[in-house]
């Protein structure tokens, strides 16, 4: 049967800058996602845990010395430095995932998401914007887990951020986020739409069905 034609899954790179929404949207996404369907990839940081986040959860927590050791070891897709500390993808789990069929969301900054993009071009790069800058300091001050420092130094960041957008397929203004949520939903189901070797594998097995 044609279904039986088993497709890779598709890796969806989100960034923006810090307080546009990224972790919220993903983590609506992953609500009424299926397993088996999409996941999305926990990296490793240096950073500490803020309060309510758990290790294996939001990231894996790891100190320098074992950041060092699986970046020389090939152990992540990319990595980076962000506002001060490491930030890296562990690769295994993202291929696994992919060669399962099964969708992978990256939720990385955009030093990472190019270095993705150059070795996975097959990759789908969606850019979260916030409505308005004041709508931006409004959101990461609310979020309350950062020191006003950290908070002016990603607000800081946010514009020249937001100048990668060209290097990305999409951007979903994180306005309303139910309506932020339905787009990026859309997206994902559009690229699953498109014209591909799975679906020439498809028209193949229905002239053997035939
Ligand atoms: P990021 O992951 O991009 O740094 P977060 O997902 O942590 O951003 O969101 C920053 C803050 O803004 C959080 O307190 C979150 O609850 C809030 N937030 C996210 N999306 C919206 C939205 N559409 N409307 C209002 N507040 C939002
Ligand atoms: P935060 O400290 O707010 O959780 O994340 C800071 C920034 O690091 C965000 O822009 C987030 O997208 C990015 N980030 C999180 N994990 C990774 C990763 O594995 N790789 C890269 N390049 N960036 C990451």
Redesign the pocket.
């Known amino acids: 049967m044609a279904e039986e034609v088993k497709s890779r899954g598709k890796l969806f790179v989100i960034s ?1 800058p ?7 949207i993903c983590s609506e996404l992953m609500k009424d996602a299926d397993p088996a369907e999409l996941c999305l990839s926990i990296s490793v940081t240096t950073r500490a845990p803020r309060a309510g986040e758990h290790d294996g959860v939001h990231y894996y927590f790891i100190n320098e010395e074992e950041f060092e050791q699986l970046r020389a070891n090939d152990g992540l897709l990319e990595f980076a430095e962000v506002y001060g500390h490491h930030y890296g993808t562990p690769k295994q789990k993202v291929i696994d995932k992919l060669n399962a069929g099964i969708d992978v969301i990256l939720e990385i900054e955009m030093q990472g998401a190019l270095k993705v993009r150059k070795t996975y071009p097959g990759g789908v790069f969606i850019f ?1 914007l916030p409505p308005s800058m004041a709508e931006l300091r409004k ?2 001050t ?2 309350g887990t950062e020191t006003q420092e950290a908070i002016d130094y990603r607000l800081s960041q946010a514009l020249s951020e937001i100048a990668y957008i060209d290097k990305y397929d999409y951007a979903v203004v ?4 139910d309506e ?1 949520v339905d787009r990026v939903k859309a997206i994902i189901k559009a690229e699953h739409s498109k014209v591909t070797e799975y679906i020439y594998k498809m028209i193949e097995q229905y002239k053997e069905d035939e």
Not at 18 to 24: Q, W
Not at 174 to 177: A, D, P, R, S
């Open positions: 923006g810090s307080g546009a929404g990224k972790g919220t979260i959101r990461i609310g979020r994180n306005g309303k986020l932020a």
